[in-house]
């Protein structure tokens, strides 16, 4: 069944959650691994536990890697997203600790329709919240996405 939306469906304002998804130890070696950044933060409990976190940290990145995984989860881009464009203003509010439950908040911003029959240009916010509803990462990203008529 598909559940892509095309950029008339869209209303600015109208928001789309995730299903959430806990952090574990894995994810954060392997973002280690898949980055090259083993900064004593991330890998030495030792080091992290001297520090006002008191604890290591997820890298940031690793938020921005899955949050863009999540939009995917959602389904409503599946077959109609042709590019993300950007990612500005983002923001690391809150750290990103293993065994965090995170879940993809995506709110429709704005819209330009161009000169295009076949896309139109999106923004959105795009926030990563914890099992507490707090935000623990803020950004906007625009993408293109199909018109009904470039099907």
Not at 27 to 36: H, I, P, R, V
Not at 45 to 72: D, N, P, W
Not at 79 to 100: E, L
Request: proline letters at 1%; glycine letters at 8%; hydrophobic letters at 40%.
């Amino acid at each position: 069944m598909d559940h892509s939306l095309y950029f008339e469906d869209l209303k600015q304002g109208e928001v789309f959650e995730s299903t959430g998804r806990t952090v574990t130890e894995t994810d954060m070696t392997f973002f280690s691994m898949l980055s090259g950044d083993w900064n004593p933060i991330h890998c030495d409990q030792h080091f992290a536990s001297k520090t006002r976190f008191g604890e290591r940290l997820v890298h940031g990145a690793y938020g921005i890697a899955i949050a863009t995984g999540m939009m995917h989860t959602l389904g409503i881009f599946e077959k109609s997203a042709v590019a993300m464009m950007s990612i500005s203003d983002w923001k690391f509010v809150k750290p990103i600790t293993v065994g965090m439950t995170l879940r993809l908040r995506l709110t429709i911003l704005d819209f330009e329709e161009g000169t295009s029959q076949r896309v139109g240009r999106v923004n959105r916010r795009l926030q990563l919240v914890n099992e507490q509803d707090e935000v623990v990462q803020d950004g906007v990203s625009d993408m293109l996405i199909l018109k009904k008529a470039g099907r």
